[in-house]
T-cell receptor, first 115, second 114 residues
Framework: AQSVTQLGSHVSVSEGALVLLRCNYS??????LFWYVQYPNQGLQLLLK??????LVKGINGFEAEFKKSETSFHLTKPSAHMSDAAEYFC?????????????FGQGTILTVHP | NAGVTQTPKFQVLKTGQSMTLQCAQD?????MSWYRQDPGMGLRLIHY???????DQGEVPNGYNVSRSTTEDFPLRLLSAAPSQTSVYFC?????????????FGSGTRLTVV
């Protein structure tokens, strides 16, 4: 079984400040990990993914995440927040093998960016 | 454009009615899945498929049926709609061939059951 916990359902930052969205996972097998962003009334857009290659993963819009096996974490960061980053962010995990098609999501974190 | 197409985008049903949410992808992806999104709960897996003719249940399968007769299509059927099925439904497809471990999501169907 696999699960995802996103710490903080709401995160608020000032424009230009560091963005840190926390994600911890549990998986009985080496996981595939993903971060998605959802803007209001839209679908999910992939920000980045970890698939057992480099542990530091760079994504779109200046976001990156680091896979830390010892901490079972995959936190999302961005050095400088922009107003356009305001959205809901989801961390998700998938196992391999025949379970690859099953994504388990965290409950989401709403990011607010203040001017 | 290549991607996942969901229809309809919006639907209102009366309790007890049945309907089918359509999902089609043109990327020849082997994996397809259905999720429902409810406030504060993230997305939860309803059913998924690892290929034509093969389906399995996810976390919240009750009240929903699926079948996959072709690689491209993966419809979700609500047998007898209930207010608890009011939600936003997303279809996704994925493929890990050639090292491409990506999931592509449709734009969603917003369903209200009254």
């Amino acid at each position: 079984a696999q699960s995802v916990t996103q710490l903080g359902s709401h995160v608020s930052v000032s424009e230009g400040a560091l963005v840190l969205l926390r994600c911890n996972y549990s998986s009985s097998v080496p996981p595939y990990l993903f971060w998605y962003v959802q803007y209001p009334n839209q679908g999910l857009q992939l920000l980045l993914k970890y698939t057992s290659a480099a542990t530091l993963v760079k994504g779109i819009n200046g976001f990156e995440a680091e896979f830390k096996k010892s901490e079972t974490s995959f936190h999302l960061t961005k050095p400088s927040a922009h107003m356009s980053d305001a959205a809901e962010y989801f961390c998700a995990v998938s196992a391999g093998g025949t379970s690859y098609g099953k994504l388990t999501f965290g409950q989401g974190t709403i990011l607010t960016v203040h001017p | 454009n290549a991607g996942v197409t969901q229809t309809p985008k919006f639907q209102v049903l009366k309790t007890g009615q049945s309907m089918t949410l359509q999902c089609a992808q043109d990327m020849n992806h082997e994996y397809m899945s259905w999720y429902r999104q409810d406030p504060g709960m993230g997305l939860r897996l309803i059913h998924y498929s690892v290929g034509a003719g093969i389906t399995d249940q996810g976390e919240v399968p009750n009240g929903y049926n699926v079948s996959r007769s072709t690689t491209e299509d993966f419809p979700l059927r609500l047998l007898s709609a209930a207010p608890s099925q009011t939600s936003v439904y997303f279809c996704a497809s994925s493929d890990r061939s050639r090292g491409n471990y990506g999931y592509t999501f449709g734009s969603g169907t917003r369903l209200t059951v009254v």
